[in-house]
């Protein structure tokens, strides 16, 4: 089993920055693409980024690229993502998720991710 724990959420100005996290537990993550996805209040669950096991290739959602950087310390067992530029529309609880299956592309939709965590809320004042 996998244990996924958000943090670095809070409440910041539009421009501002925060940095997530999310630590792992459990089985070991190191071989798992990792991913961000975040969820407004009455829009479906929708993705941020992702990163391969290797850190070698990422992927962003248009909205969020050039803004936001995904990078994973596999030695720590944690993912961050990194949220600079932010704007109001960005405010959303954001969930860090695992996927354990072998597949050439970065996936960017939900059922392809097998673990979740509890989310972090993070809100962005204008």
């Known amino acids: 089993q996998v244990q996924l724990v958000e943090s670095g959420g809070g409440l910041v100005q539009a421009g501002g920055s925060l940095r997530l996290s999310c630590a792992t537990s459990?089985?070991?993550?190191?071989?798992?693409?990792m991913g961000w996805f975040r969820q407004a209040p009455g829009k479906e669950r929708e993705f941020v980024a992702a990163?391969?096991?290797?850190?070698?290739?990422?992927a962003y959602t248009d909205s969020v690229r050039g803004r936001f950087t995904i990078s994973r310390d596999n030695a720590k067992n944690t993912v961050y993502l990194q949220m600079n530029s932010l704007k109001p529309e960005d405010t959303a609880v954001y969930y860090c998720?695992?996927?354990?299956?072998?597949?050439?592309?970065?996936?960017?939709?939900?059922?392809?991710?097998?673990?979740w965590g509890q989310g972090t809320q993070v809100t962005v004042s204008s």
């Open positions: 998720a695992a996927s354990a299956r072998a597949i050439p592309t970065i996936p960017t939709t939900v059922p392809w991710y097998d673990y």
């Open positions: 990163i391969s096991w290797s850190g070698g290739r990422t």
């Open positions: 459990g089985r070991t993550v190191s071989s798992y693409l």
